[in-house]
């Protein structure tokens, strides 16, 4: 039986205002929602695992930007590389990204203003939902997992609870660069990645993967969207660390080409489609 819980103990509608009230007074429950999605001028779309249901309310242009304020806890200043990344991390590791209007200086993306959509991804913690990676991860011959899929997939889901399942059994090192994985506050990891688990919490993954090498000791590490860059895998494969890492992709041909799978650091990459979080395919290295 499979036990999913939205991680965290706030309420993310908090953050809305008299938004959140209208999706909270919805028939929509919280515990079914994947993306409540905020367009200003525009309805209210919330993603559920049953479908999409546009409501009625639309956000003003202010309603957006007190949102925003709301998300940054009145300091926008201390969240300036955030603005500019596009996301803000909430409460319990729920991602709430953002687009408005560039602002370019010296040819780089410096901010965003006007901010005119919110998209938050609600994450959760479904523990079991990993089972199916145990014996990969688990077997003699592991180096390392690539957990491959379109947006939405389910891949930090799934990632998160293969932490929670490594880190009972092993040290585990979690490079939690989104905070979206343990979702630690104050030092304390608020979702379970495992009791011999060490959260890198802001890290980025290059920084973090260097620090867990050098002074963790750990036997995995985890992190989320690795991308082009393959100098960590290297330093992974080399300090005989198994690595697992999340990536988009949308085809098993196309995870098989990414640069890090060169490196020889992966011995598996699996697949999600179909229902969220369900391997559907699986390759061997
Ligand atoms: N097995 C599942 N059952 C129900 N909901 C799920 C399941 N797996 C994931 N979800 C929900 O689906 C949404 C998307 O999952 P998740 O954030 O893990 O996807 P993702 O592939 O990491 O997306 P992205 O590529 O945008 O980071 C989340 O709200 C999550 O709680
Ligand atoms: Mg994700």
Avoid: W
């Amino acid at each position: 039986m499979i036990n999913a819980k939205i991680c965290g103990n706030e309420s993310v509608l908090s953050y809305l205002g008299t938004i959140g009230t209208v999706i909270g007074r919805s028939k929509y429950r919280m515990s079914d929602i994947c993306e409540i999605r905020l367009r200003a001028g525009l309805p209210v779309v919330l993603e559920t695992v049953r479908g999409r249901a546009v409501l009625e309310r639309r956000p003003s242009p202010d309603e957006i930007s007190e949102c925003i304020k709301s998300f940054c806890h009145y300091s926008l200043h201390s969240f300036e590389r955030e603005l500019k990344e596009g996301y803000v991390t909430l409460k319990g590791g729920h991602r709430a990204g953002f687009c408005g209007s560039a602002v370019i200086k010296n040819g780089e993306l410096e901010t965003i203003k006007n901010i005119s959509s919110i998209n938050i991804r609600i994450a959760r913690e479904i523990k079991g939902c990993a089972e199916q990676l145990k014996n990969i991860v688990f077997s003699e011959n592991f180096r390392g997992l690539l957990i491959a899929g379109k947006p939405m997939s389910g891949k930090t889901t799934v990632l998160r609870d293969l932490c929670r399942m490594i880190g009972n059994e092993h040290k585990l090192a979690v490079i939690d660069t989104r905070s979206e994985i343990a979702a630690s506050h104050e030092g304390v990891s608020r979702n379970d990645v495992g009791i011999f688990t060490d959260v890198l919490d802001g890290y980025g993954k290059q920084e973090g993967i260097e620090i867990a090498t050098r002074v963790l000791s750990p036997e995995y590490i985890a992190c989320d969207e690795l991308t082009g860059e393959t100098e960590y895998a290297d330093l992974c494969l080399n300090s005989g660390v198994k690595i697992i890492f999340t990536a988009h992709c949308d085809a098993m041909e196309q995870a098989k080409k990414l640069p890090v799978i060169q490196t020889g650091a992966v011995s598996d990459i699996v697949m999600l489609g179909g229902r969220m979080g369900q391997v559907t395919e699986r390759a061997v290295i």
